[in-house]
């Protein structure tokens, strides 16, 4: 199976700059998705990560770590929409079906 | 991206009855998926549903209690049989998106409340 860890939590100012984290245990890695799901609202694509480093979109970058079994999610310039919660997604085992950590929920605010 | 709607909504049943939710994509998609996430929690994988063939189903889920019918590319059905309140959940569709297994999206999802 797969280990997959983040903070339940984490509160950050409108304005800055949050890192969220997620580590992970797995064989056969495929993969990693971050998702962002706002409450009572389905989960939306943010960001894949397959190869080692910093894939920037916008506001948001992931990066991955594959040797470490890490990756996190960066927020720039933080908005008060982007309270939510973030769902850190590993394709592993061999399979490309994604498993899910429990979601780090992000306060913003004023 | 893929456009997916499902029905109900959401909706609040008796226990001993079921439930069939409905998931509608708006471009032909080979893999299906039906996830769940109870109050509070993340997702969990219930079963993937391909055309033309029998559902996989995860660890702790099985068709009588889930069955899923995929008659097309388009639509699949996930079935909630004989509910009972540990079944209260928001059961969500997904699809892979046009690039395959790096893209994945999520239906809006079905409130389901059991009583």
């Known amino acids: 199976g797969q280990n997959i860890d983040q903070p339940t939590e984490m509160t950050a100012t409108e304005g800055a700059i949050v890192q969220i984290n997620c580590t992970y245990q797995t064989s056969g890695f495929n993969g990693l998705f971050w998702y962002q799901q706002h409450a009572g609202e389905a989960p939306t694509f943010l960001s894949y990560n397959v190869l080692d480093g910093l894939e920037e979109k916008g506001r948001f970058s992931s990066f991955l770590s594959r040797s470490k079994g890490y990756s996190y999610l960066l927020l720039k310039e933080l908005q008060m929409k982007d309270s939510a919660s973030y769902l850190c997604a590993v394709q592993g085992g061999g399979s490309y079906i994604p498993t899910f950590g429990r979601g780090t929920s992000l306060i913003v605010h004023p | 991206s893929a456009v997916i709607s499902q029905k109900p909504s959401r909706d609040i049943c008796q226990r001993g009855t079921s439930l069939t939710i409905q998931c509608q994509v708006d471009s032909q998609v080979t893999m299906m998926f039906w996830y769940r996430q109870q109050p509070g929690q993340s997702l969990t994988l219930i079963a993937t549903a391909n055309q033309g063939s029998e559902a996989t189903y995860e660890s702790g889920f099985v068709i009588d209690k889930f069955p899923i019918s995929r008659p097309n590319l388009t639509f699949s059905t996930l079935t909630v049989s004989n509910m009972s309140p540990e079944d209260s959940s928001i059961y969500l569709c997904?699809?892979?998106?046009?690039?395959?297994?790096?893209?994945?999206?999520f239906g809006p999802g079905t409130r389901l409340t059991v009583t």
């Open positions: 997904s699809v892979t998106g046009d690039r395959g297994v790096n893209e994945q999206y």
